[in-house]
């Protein structure tokens, strides 16, 4: 009969034994297993450095990935700026030329008028004084002429 095994003491299931063994013969310095060992430890190595030179090159890689992000970034700043700076520009320039014609309305409206409300009573005053039709007609087109070119002085100002 077996012993059986003692417990809380090494050794796999081998029977109770005082000597901590991991069941397995102690390696024999040289020879084939130690060549393998030694093969399996270089292969190790080697996976290691792979890997290590892997992250290496992942980390570089973000590095330059960021560098160009930041790039394209400062780039699309400086052109939103420029964009922007040019609105406002062409802003600025829509309103002072906005302004510049109202004003020119305004002070062709206000000459247009004081030239009829002028040529109105130069007419009422021929009426009053017994002009003939002939006159009358003479003088409106007169008149008519006189408007037409100030309204086209103005066109000439504007442009």
Partial sequence: MRPKPTPGKPGQGKG????????????????????RRQEAAAKKK?????KAALAKERE?????????????QAANTAKKDERK???AKKK?????????????NKA????????????????KAARKSGATPAEMKKMRTEQQ????????????KAS
């Fill in 16 to 35: 109770g034994t005082t000597r901590p063994t991991s069941g397995k013969p102690a390696p024999v310095k040289g020879g084939a297993a130690a060549q």
């Fill in 85 to 87: 700076a040019a609105r």
């Fill in 60 to 72: 570089a890689k973000k590095a330059a990935r960021q560098k160009k992000r930041a790039d394209n």
């Fill in 92 to 104: 600025s320039e829509n309103t002072a030329a906005r302004e510049k014609k109202q004003e020119n």
């Fill in 46 to 50: 080697e996976r290691e450095a792979k």
């Fill in 108 to 123: 062709r409206k206000s000459t247009m008028q004081n030239l009829r409300a002028e040529q109105q009573s130069k007419r």
């Fill in 145 to 156: 002429a006189t408007r037409k070119s100030t309204r086209q002085s103005f066109r000439k």
